[in-house]
């Protein structure tokens, strides 16, 4: 069993950022790739961004990308998301997962935390 607690969540104006992190309490961290999503009141749970095992594929929502950057320290067993140029639509709970690949659908993830509020003011 793995478990998954997202921490660096918190309310921010536009064009800011935020660095979330998602700890794994698991000797196998580095087994899995990890991926972030988000779900906005009312709207459906979507992908954020995943990273490989090794760093060495990620992959971003293209609302995301050139703003956002995940990243992973497997010796801290640690993922993270870096959050940039936040606008008001990134408000969202986001979530972490792990699973055997670092791809977009999130029925391929085994394991979710529980989530962190982001909301970003106008």
């Known amino acids: 069993q793995v478990q998954l607690v997202e921490s660096g969540g918190g309310l921010v104006q536009a064009g800011g950022s935020l660095r979330l992190s998602c700890a794994a309490s698991?000797?196998?961290?580095?087994?899995?790739?990890m991926g972030w999503f988000r779900q906005a009141p009312g709207k459906e749970r979507e992908f954020v961004a995943a990273?490989?095992?090794?760093?060495?594929?990620?992959v971003y929502a293209d609302s995301v990308k050139g703003r956002f950057t995940i990243s992973r320290d497997n010796a801290k067993n640690t993922v993270y998301l870096q959050m940039n140029s936040l606008q008001p639509e990134d408000t969202a709970v986001y979530y972490c997962?792990?699973?055997?690949?670092?791809?977009?659908?999130?029925?391929?993830?085994?394991?979710w935390g529980q989530g962190t509020q982001v909301t970003v003011s106008s």
């Open positions: 997962a792990a699973g055997p690949f670092a791809v977009a659908d999130q029925y391929e993830y085994d394991y």
């Open positions: 698991t000797r196998t961290f580095a087994n899995f790739a």
């Open positions: 990273i490989s095992w090794n760093s060495g594929k990620t």
